[in-house]
């Protein structure tokens, strides 16, 4: 990229992040109320299953929340210069964060600075992230859960596919016969929670298309369905 290009993106995120954002999450009781705080490498994707939007690093956030607990889709990013022309975007796979909100109080994600490129990217394949509470940097329990390469049937990927996935959106259910389950996208990087087959007597090979099929999105349904020439 170069100088001009760069010096352009620098004043368009600087702009974005002057701007800020307020997340009003809960207008009810002022008193049951906690919040969250943005840090600047770390984009919350989602709060709950509610989509939080794009988000820019350095970006000021506030999330108004209800006390109580919340689960927080969370992915670390920055930016580092390569040389005096080129830069490097290293975004991490998706964390789940799970922890208790009290009322009145103040919380932000944080991880440990990542000063080089290298240590970055290392960074990214398994971030590890805390909760602590405003001002005084008070960690707090939390449950973490890792993302982990999503699979999907081999040698079929398509664009839209998402990257990574969390165990424990697979829901254990029976699906209707002859029925198929409908699933939808939880998010850029997470698939949403689909029914599974009961077990069977079904050949392996049916068995992962089923699989497959019950947590694939409605577009990647749509294309497969074209793909076997179905209408």
């Known amino acids: 990229m170069n100088r001009i290009a760069l010096l352009l993106l620098c004043s368009l995120v600087f702009t974005a992040c002057a701007s800020g954002r307020h997340h009003k999450l809960y207008e009810g009781d002022p008193a049951q109320a906690a ?11 989602y709060i709950d299953n509610e ?11 506030v999330y108004d929340i209800q006390a109580g ?10 930016i580092f210069d390569v040389d005096a022309d080129n830069h490097e975007k290293v975004v991490s796979r998706p964390v789940k964060i799970t922890f208790v909100a009290e009322a009145g109080k103040r919380y932000q994600v944080q991880h440990e600075p990542q000063k080089r490129l290298n240590h970055a990217k290392s960074f990214a394949e398994k971030p590890d992230f805390r909760v602590v509470e405003l001002p005084g940097g008070t960690r707090v329990p939390v449950t973490v859960e890792l993302s982990r ?6 040698g079929l990927k ?10 424990s959106d697979k829901v ?12 939808g996208a939880a998010g850029v990087a997470a698939a949403a929670p689909a029914g599974q087959a009961a077990p069977g007597t079904e050949a ?5 298309l089923q699989y497959s099929w019950q947590n694939a999105s409605a577009a990647e349904r749509d294309a497969f369905l074209k793909w076997i020439g179905k209408p």
């Not at 919040?35 to 919350?44: G, M, N, R, Y």
């Not at 029976?174 to 029925?179: D, H, R, S, T």
């Not at 392996?204 to 992962?208: D, E, G, I, T």
Request: proline share 6%; glycine share 6%; hydrophobic share 45%.
């Open 149 to 154: 390469p999503r699979e999907f049937l081999a």
């Open 158 to 167: 398509f664009e839209n596919t998402p990257t990574y996935e969390f165990a």
């Open 172 to 183: 254990q259910a029976a699906a209707p016969a002859g029925a198929a389950v409908v699933a």
């Open 35 to 45: 919040h969250i705080d943005s840090f600047e490498t770390v984009l919350i994707k």
């Open 51 to 61: 989509d939080m939007g794009v988000g820019f690093i350095g970006q000021k956030h």
């Open 69 to 78: 607990q919340h689960t927080l889709l969370v992915e670390y990013s920055d």
């Open 204 to 208: 392996p090979h049916l068995k992962m």
